[in-house]
């Protein structure tokens, strides 16, 4: 078990609190280019996991914005991220995600279905993952963008037709990272915007509670993950 001085948990608290206040700046900015969301609502705040609704521009379906902090290396975080497989072990209402197409260490494209309550239609997803860490700052940012037209639809599945996010994950310790996700997704079919945003912020919480979990529990080795720094 790591152990910490008082002065380097003051040293900690310090950078912490740095590290933290640039990422958000960082990220608000390059989330309102992305996304163009504005007037976020706080809509779930529990287990130190906040999950914030936000206004965006030309769609009716709400940007989802998620911020925590976890107990893991950037290594460990990654590794997670990139176990396509293992996603239903965490990742609420996920089928059958498998990867098509790996195109690098850090850029894959997978599918997956999303599990839905009766009477509204299943849906599928694939999505396009790449993965970097800037060699100053460490802080690694995985980008996912749907590609609705890569394989053929199923029957029987609505094709989600427009999806994106970005995740950021910003080293404060040897141990522990902060963590932002923004996902805007338009579900497609005819399920209106909004009772889609009233159901919004349960499922990334639940999703994000899992893994941060996975992670504290050392379910997740990051000793393959060799182009990411931890710290």
Not at 146 to 169: C, E, G, H, N, Y
């Amino acid at each position: 078990m790591r152990k910490h001085s008082s002065s380097n948990r003051h040293s900690f608290n310090y950078n912490t609190s740095i590290r933290i206040t640039i990422l958000f700046v960082l990220v608000v900015a390059f989330s309102n280019d992305l996304f163009s969301q504005q007037n976020c609502d706080l809509k779930k705040d529990e287990a130190g996991i906040q999950v914030f609704l936000c206004e965006t521009e030309d769609s009716p379906f709400k940007t989802i914005n998620v911020n925590f902090i976890a107990k893991a290396t950037l290594k460990e975080y990654a590794a997670g991220v990139l176990d396509i497989a293992n996603y239903p072990k965490w990742q609420a209402n996920i089928l059958d995600p498998h990867v098509l197409i790996n195109k690098s260490p850090s850029e894959l494209i997978y599918y997956c279905e999303v599990d839905t309550p009766w009477p509204i239609d299943q849906r599928d997803l694939i999505f396009e993952l790449k993965m970097s860490q800037d060699p100053a700052t460490k802080v690694l940012t995985v980008t996912l963008k749907q590609l609705p037209d890569f394989i053929p639809k199923k029957d029987d599945i609505v094709r989600i037709p427009k999806a994106q996010s970005i995740l950021t994950v910003t080293p404060l310790d040897e141990a522990n990272v902060n963590v932002n996700y923004n996902i805007h997704v338009d579900i497609g079919g005819e399920i209106p915007a909004i009772i889609a945003n009233l159901f919004a912020a349960q499922t990334p919480w639940q999703t994000f509670f899992n893994y941060r979990k996975r992670l504290a529990d050392g379910k997740i080795s990051g000793d393959e993950i060799l182009f990411v720094e931890n710290y």
